[in-house]
């Protein structure tokens, strides 16, 4: 290899020299350490995020639950409930034919006449 193809490799190949000045040197170091700060206190924030979502989730699970109970306690009273009228309806039906009957008794006395109107 003679001397100018061994200059030419080394331009194309990337390299620092004394022309970059100190300067910009800096500024980019301590971009990248301001950048891995920044990004760290993002993802702390982040972690405390989750940790209060996780936290939350958990609380509303727990009153998910006590509400499930008290909606099958709710439930229960109601057919609990309905169960007592059906109850009263079929013996209000019960009264309802016996009163029939004793009006069909005294309708049938009256037009025999057994039974005297004052």
């Known amino acids: ?3 100018v193809e061994v200059k030419k490799e080394y331009q194309d190949d990337w390299h620092l020299d004394r022309r970059v000045p100190i300067g910009l040197i800096i500024t980019v170091m301590l971009q990248t350490l301001f950048a891995g700060w920044f990004f760290s206190e993002v993802r702390g924030d982040l972690d405390n995020t989750i940790s209060a979502v ?3 989730d958990l ?3 727990a009153e998910n639950l006590r509400q499930w109970d008290r909606i099958n306690l ?3 009273n ?3 409930a309905l169960s007592a ?3 009263n309806k079929i013996i209000l039906e019960r009264i309802e034919d016996d009163l029939d ?3 069909d008794l005294l309708r049938k006395s ?3 006449g057994t039974v005297k109107t004052p």
């Open 1 to 3: 290899m003679d001397e």
């Open 54 to 56: 996780e936290r939350l």
């Open 59 to 61: 609380a509303s699970s």
């Open 74 to 76: 709710v439930e229960d």
């Open 78 to 80: 109601v057919q609990s």
């Open 85 to 87: 009228v059906n109850t």
């Open 101 to 103: 009957s004793v009006v």
């Open 110 to 112: 009256l037009s025999v």
